[in-house]
Structures are given as C-alpha cells and as structure tokens.
C-alpha cells in the first residue's frame, strides 16, 4: 500500500501488488522519497500499480540517516496539509515536494532546504504568514526585534505585542530570513551563510506555526531531534 502524490491528481492511496517481491517489475521503482512514472488503474476501493519506472531515486535520503530524517519530515508535512480529495490540482505543491527531496540529497546544508520548503509550503495551503506588517496596527514592521503569534499568523510589533496572548519573540535577524525566503528563488537563499544559531530560531518559529496548525506534533520532528543527539 502506497500514498503517492501526483501533480493533477492530488494525493492518491494506490496498491502495488507484488512489489515486494524480487521477480517483480515494480521492484526498486517504488521506493520511499522517490519520483516514479505510473500506469495506475482505478479500482473500487484503490488505485492498482499496473507499471512503475523510477525517474528520480535520491539515492542519499535513504543512505544517509540525517538527509532521510529530513525528507520524512518533509512527507509527513505533504501528509498532513494535503485532503483526500481526488483530482486536486497539486502541480505546485508536487513541484515544490520534487524540488525540495533532490535538494535534501544534493546540498551540503539540508536545513536550508527544509526551512525553504516551510515557507513555501504555508504558502500554498494559505497560510502565508504576514511578516512585513503588523498584524493588529497594520503599520509597517521596523527594523528591531518583533513578536510572531501563532494564532493570528504574523508578526506584532512590540507596541501592540500586549494585546496578544500566543506571541513569542522574533528577533530581526530571523525576520530578514523569513522574509527572504519568502520573497527569493531557492538559488537566491541557498548562496547565504547561515549560522547556526539562526537556522534554530528560524525553525523554531516556523515549526511552531506549523504545530499550531495542524493541532498535533509531527513524528518525523522527534526523529530529527534524536538523529542529531547522536551526530
């Protein structure tokens, strides 16, 4: 059983019968964190894999535990902010998923990959957040330390940060960085040098966005955290 995600078709439950077996065609071409060509045939309750070609196998993200912790962190957000719903156009979230597994295999920095796929990613479900005005007083955000609420998807400048009970602290530094990211080409943001300390509060921001959406914590997140105990 497989949940794939196809760019015109949204995200589909298909069945790979035999997959598992070594004689099998579809051996090898179905693979997690992987882009495959299929033949699926409708079935009464799922798809049916009739063929399967593997085009793009990202090799690393299954021989190297930190790249594949990331690219499950990457599904299960694909997972979550994705319906049921057939024939949903998902050309660009399947374009932004494609994009961002081969830059999680290719790039020396991982972590500047997923934080882009973030930003990108609340973007296209609609949950963009506001990061160039205040959200209460709608003035234009200056360039000293904020707030971020999670309830109301943005930035409060420090003047109305009392009248939000779910802020936390944005320093500017993190703001530029989200801001460019959300503005830039990945090749644009993958030329910066970030320190570490400030790839932390910019996931720290957003992941805790991204929690408050979903009402849940993701898995994938405590795995990374363990993978990285143990680097």
């Known amino acids: ?26 051996t090898g071409h179905v693979e997690l964190f992987t882009r495959a060509d299929m033949l699926i045939h409708t079935g009464r309750d799922f798809g049916l894999v009739a063929q399967a070609e593997m085009t793009a196998p990202h090799v690393p993200l299954r021989e ?3 790249r594949g912790a ?7 957000l694909l997972d979550r902010f994705t319906s049921d719903t057939a024939e949903d156009d998902t050309s660009l979230l399947y374009a932004l998923a494609d994009e961002t ?14 934080r882009y796929f973030e930003v990108r990613l609340l973007d296209l479900v609609g949950f963009r957040p506001e990061l160039n005005l205040c959200i209460i ?13 999670y309830a ?11 009248r939000s009970q779910s802020s936390v602290p944005i320093p500017m530094m993190t703001l530029k960085l989200l801001r460019h990211m959300q503005r830039s080409p990945y090749h644009h943001v993958k030329s910066l040098d970030i320190p570490p300390a400030l790839h932390d509060d910019a996931e720290r ?27």
């Open 1 to 26: 059983m497989l949940t794939i995600l196809t760019p015109r078709h949204g995200k589909v439950d298909v069945l790979a019968k035999g997959a598992r077996k070594l004689t099998s065609p579809k």
């Open 64 to 66: 190297d535990l930190t």
């Open 70 to 76: 990331y690219a499950a962190y990457i599904a299960e």
């Open 101 to 114: 597994l081969a830059r999680i295999s290719e790039d020396s920095d991982p972590r500047l990959a997923v």
């Open 137 to 149: 007083g709608r003035e234009q955000i200056q360039p000293t330390d904020q707030f971020f609420s």
């Open 152 to 162: 109301q998807g943005g930035v409060i400048c420090p003047q109305h940060a009392g």
């Open 205 to 231: 921001i957003l992941l805790g966005y991204i929690t408050f959406l979903l009402e849940r914590r993701l898995q994938s997140v405590d795995f990374i955290r363990r993978v990285r105990r143990v680097e």
